[in-house]
């Protein structure tokens, strides 16, 4: 094992959530010396630390291969048991290169019975401690050897880092002991155990370090027949209670929230439509100069890095957002990998915005973006450009906790809850959820590591529907939702995503401030999540669980019935007879709607009759281009008889729902049942609405759609109408409401041209929406940086010999590359049948691959590729962008096939019967990008080197090809056999 001597704090730091409150900060970088310093009673005696390795994390199916456990006693280790065990199976090849437990390792050692029975000798009665102490707790008593093991106090290290340190970015044992400067493990049992036994004072601290309410709190969720690990929570409160001299308050969620946020005073900025509107008033502009200026090594922007050179691309950049702002027009920027873009339009953006005293949005894609904008490079700018600059964060409903919800949970106290076939706690969830209140101001939960099987989301969080805004005790400052709006409304530059910016629209206003000026970045995906936000749809799942809601004869299910059970009504007799008379005629609209609904569903899969591609068969889920013939027949209008016939009774459920809120406007107690019955109010209408263009008007702007599940097992099944043309719709809506909308991106055009782009998202079709351009070529120099591969002896994708062909260039080119390959697929069954055969060719050679396989993390396998140099992936769409693994972690991207959207895609099917050219005007510029963004995966960095690989003929015998190729940020291209491409590779090593 190792020790990192970086300086703690600097080391932390690079562990803590990004947005984490400075005191918070402080709070974890106390804990080494707390622990060396504290006394941690019966947690500091008769402890032992355990840790197993197995043959997989199957209980049926594995066994054990490794034991290690250490007795500790005030903080040091006093005595060891380490052994490994005979699993009387082979271990797996993948579990043996990360625990390094070998065959010949086990093959002597003692079975798990003998082992187990040596094991329960040595922990005794002591307290035992594992990180995810579930997993070894089940495998240590899964032998009869191994029951006396059960009757110990199990304490799940894990459980303990997640509620008392919720700010950390991980909490993986591994990740753990970095953060704080403990012994690294390496995967083996013995070695996790004594990094866990250097941590265990650290979290022991931590728990001492939490509030004593909240302390409190805790150690009443549950008791150690349900949650062992409370009895570390009971054992810290009863001891701060004894040693304060202050009488303990009761848990409050409110007093909490006061003092994380306290009373901020947020008021919202000048709307920049004020200023245009004001005759003596114009916007104020950073001069030409200025923004040239800012981009010198001595400038405002030459000041955040060490070794900073001006590239003019950037200065370009920067100056045209400059003058999009001014000219309030729109802009189109292509700027290649290294111009450094997010700063060339954050400088004027930020200038013009603080200037002003107005907003400025920017909107991300990825999370990983505007995370990066929002925790450092606008608080780098923001201290070159002074303190007054301002800046926030704004994401959906569904990304915060509702305290109210919260609260609601905390009152009624966690329970247990079905998690497959067994019954978990939601104590530590819960727990953990409340420390992560505590220690947040406004940060979203979307890295909060919780078991969100026993504390759904949906549990935590509400919707623009279900919010009871004014009328919820949280509302304002404290709220995570509400609190984040007016932190944005008072901010210069608000940071958001795609989906919200789109949604916006779709909503008519009201989730995002009234910004005038947006950058769009990542702007290649912009259309399709404007698609995505305009487009209508029936979804079986949430018609069903609506109709649950109005329908069930349960009540914790039924709203009405529950509006039954909780209103309590004035005494007067005939408000309660009126009351009642409402609820029961709300009952028996919800019934029929309930009838109505499960008719509609029922009827979806017949669609399948349509579904004539012999190829789908295998595929679980199909989307289906409902036809104006399909629309036509029999099935298709008995479908949607079936959906006006639901929406009727929808609107039923309308009026009955108005007269039920209008009667409990002023009933005291309940504002939370009202807004419910108000929420289902809407998404009736919605239903209604969604009915009447799907199933009776089908206006020729939308494509009509099925998306249809084989499995039965949880209703997937939908009608969707999606926008033929985004462009049409955003000018009436985006541009129509902006001044200016720049859009960004390394990948906007094709062959040179943003004709594509510039059509798909409505560009130069109204007065509002005209659009200039600029194309920056990237700083780097790709020629001679990356060298592009076209394999001119490859069958083409269709030949029945293509894919034998492709499995042999994979593993020559692997074997000549020495591993750290990407293979970027778009069809998971070739995928996976490359994958059978080129692993266990490659085993030999001592050259992992991997493979992106159903339910596998995509995050556990990008973290895996960047740890191991020669790793190598096969992978899908999720790893065609955003994807960065500069230097060597990344030599070759392999692309075998061009990624052409399925000819079954309904868009694609609509587009093509209304236009005889719509493959080449929005299939193929769509495939360009795509290849555009793969191809940029290679080069991250102006050190990087690597080479693209591109397997798919067609590139040579179809005209088309040159278009992909002169699109490509290298122009280094060489056509050469297979054979010959391999010999290139291994020369070039």
Known sequence: MSRDTTPLERQ?????????????????????????????????????????????????????????????????????????????????????????????DVADAPSASEALADLAAFVGDAVVVAHNAEFDRNFTTKHPTGYPLLENTWVDSLDLSRIALPRMKSHRLIDLVKAFGAPRSTHRADEDVAATCALLRILLAAVEAMPTMLLREIASMAEPNDWPTVVVFKYFAERAVETSEEKPLPFSLRTLRRERVGKTDLRPLVDADEIAADPGRSLLLPTADAVAQAFTAEGVV???????????????????????????????????????????????????????????????????????????????LSEELGADLTYAALKGFSHYPCLHKVERLVVEGPGMRTVGKEQKPQAPALAALLS?????????????????????????????????????????????????????????????????????????????????????????????????????????????????????????????????????????????????????????????????????????????????????????????????????????????RL????????????????????????????????????????????????????????PERYVYAASLSRKTDRPQ?????????????????????????????????????????????????SEFSVADELLLASSYDFDNQMVVYVVNDMPEPNDPSYLGALQRLLIDAHRAQNGSMLTL???????????????????????????????????GLRDDFLADEHLSLFALKSFWEGFDAPGATLKGVVIPKLPFSKPTDPLSCERAARDDAAWRRYVLPAAVLETKQAAGRLIRKADDRGILILADKRLITKGYGKTFLRSLPSQNIRFLSAAQIVDEIAARR
């Not at 050259?847 to 992106?852: A, E, H, K, M």
Request: aromatic share 8%.
């Open 717 to 765: 099944n939908k009608l969707e109408a999606l926008l033929v043309s985004v462009g049409e719709t955003l000018n009436e809506t985006l541009y129509a409401r902006t001044h200016s909308v720049v859009y960004a991106s390394a990948t906007l055009t094709v062959d040179g041209s943003f004709n594509s782009f510039s059509q798909a998202m409505g560009l130069n079709e």
């Open 825 to 859: 697929f778009t069809n998971r069954r070739e995928m996976e049948k490359c994958f059978e055969e080129v692993q266990p060719a490659l085993k030999g050679d001592d050259l992992r691959v991997v493979c992106q396989k159903w339910g596998v993390s995509v995050k």
């Open 643 to 698: 959906g006006r016939a639901m929406a009727e009774r929808a609107e039923k459920m309308v009026t009955v729902c108005q007269e039920l809120v209008g009667y409990l406007e002023d009933i005291e107690g309940a504002a939370v049942i009202q807004r419910e019955i108000a929420s289902i109010a809407m998404e009736m209408k919605e239903i209604i609405q969604n009915v009447e263009v799907i199933c009776t008007q089908c």
């Open 12 to 104: 932390l730091k690079n562990f803590i959530s990004d947005g984490t409150p400075p005191e918070i900060i402080a709070r974890y970088e106390s804990l080494p010396e707390r622990a060396q310093k504290s006394d941690f009673g019966r947690f500091d005696n008769n402890v032992v630390v355990l840790d197993t390795e197995t043959t997989g994390f199957s209980l049926a199916h594995d066994e054990l291969t490794q034991i290690a456990a250490a007795r500790v006693e005030n903080g040091e280790i006093v005595d060891w048991f380490v052994t490994f065990v005979n699993p009387g199976k082979p271990i797996p090849e993948d579990v043996a290169h990360l625990t390094d437990i070998h065959d010949e």
């Open 436 to 640: 992560f209140v505590e220690q947040t101001a406004y940060d979203d939960i979307d890295g909060l590591k919780i078991d969100y099987r026993t504390l759904p989301r949906w549990m935590i969080t509400t919707t623009s529907h279900d919010c009871l805004r004014r009328k919820c005790p949280f509302f304002g400052t404290s709220c995570f939702v509400h609190g984040s709006r007016r932190k944005a409304e008072a901010a210069n530059i608000v940071v958001t995503n795609h989906s919200l910016l789109f949604c916006d629209l779709a909503a008519d206003g009201g989730l995002l401030p009234p910004i005038r000026y947006w950058v769009v970045d990542e702007a290649h995906s912009a259309e399709s999540e404007a698609r995505r936000a305009f487009s209508l749809e029936l979804a079986e799942e949430d018609i069903l669980s609506l109709a649950r809601r109005v329908a069930s004869e349960e009540p914790r299910r039924n709203v009405f019935v529950r509006a039954e059970h909780t209103v309590v009504m004035p005494g007067n007799e005939s408000s309660t007879t009126l009351f009642y008379g409402l609820t029961g005629k709300a009952r028996r609209a919800g019934a029929e709607f309930g009838e109505a609904a499960q008719a509609f569903c029922k009827a979806l899969p017949d669609l399948f009759f349509y579904d004539t591609n012999k190829r789908s068969k295998g595929y679980e889920t199909v989307d289906l281009w409902l036809n104006d013939e399909i629309r036509h027949g029999s099935l298709f209008q008995n479908i949607a």
């Open 302 to 380: 030459g000041s955040l890095y060490e070794e900073y050179e001006q590239r003019g691309e950037q200065v370009a950049m920067a100056e045209a957002v400059r003058n999009a702002f001014a000219r309030s027009r729109n802009l189109m920027v292509e700027a290649g990998t290294g111009v450094g873009k997010s700063m060339a339009y954050l400088l004027p953006a930020a200038i013009i915005a603080r200037d002003n005293g107005i907003n400025v949005g920017v909107a991300t894609k990825t999370n990983a973006l505007l995370d990066q904008l929002v925790y450092h490079e606008l608080p780098a």
